[in-house]
């Protein structure tokens, strides 16, 4: 029993468990600053550079969100977006939507959409909003 004399709350690493977010950006400028920010804000980041990249690191470990854009050398983010709604681990993965594309993004099922430029308080706010209300 501590010096307090109250007994201990329980240890729940879920409660302490910082958010893991996976940066899918093949601009390095960029990405460096996405990880800066998300890290800032209190989240864990891993970084991949294409969608290749992307996939591999999704077979290894589901993070809980993931931040994609969607020019990408190789695989787009489309196809990346659509594999990671076509495989039921990882279906209901909140995804994040980065672009400098005026491509319209109405196709896609994705509630968290971001167009660039945007401030790092937006994508902050998106990333959170995503996660609590599981929006994919």
């Known amino acids: 029993m501590p ?19 996976l940066i899918v950006e093949d601009d390095e400028y960029l990405r460096l600053t996405l990880r800066h ?39 787009d983010g489309l196809a990346v977006y659509d594999e ?9 993965l909140p995804v994040i939507i980065i672009t400098g594309s005026s491509l319209p993004l109405e196709q896609l099922s994705a509630a968290c ?10 994508l902050v706010r998106a990333v959170e909003e995503c996660l609590k209300s599981g929006e994919r």
């Open 113 to 122: 959409v971001l167009r660039k430029p945007f401030a790092p308080d937006d």
């Open 84 to 92: 990671i709604r076509a495989h039921s681990g990882t279906r209901d």
């Open 3 to 21: 010096a307090d004399g109250l007994p201990a709350a329980p240890f729940d690493p879920a409660m302490t468990r910082r958010a893991d977010i």
């Open 37 to 75: 920010t998300l890290r800032l804000a209190g989240f864990d980041t891993r970084e991949a550079r294409s969608g290749m990249e992307a996939l591999a690191m999704l077979d290894r470990g589901r993070p809980d969100a993931v931040v994609l854009d969607i020019i990408l050398p190789g695989i």
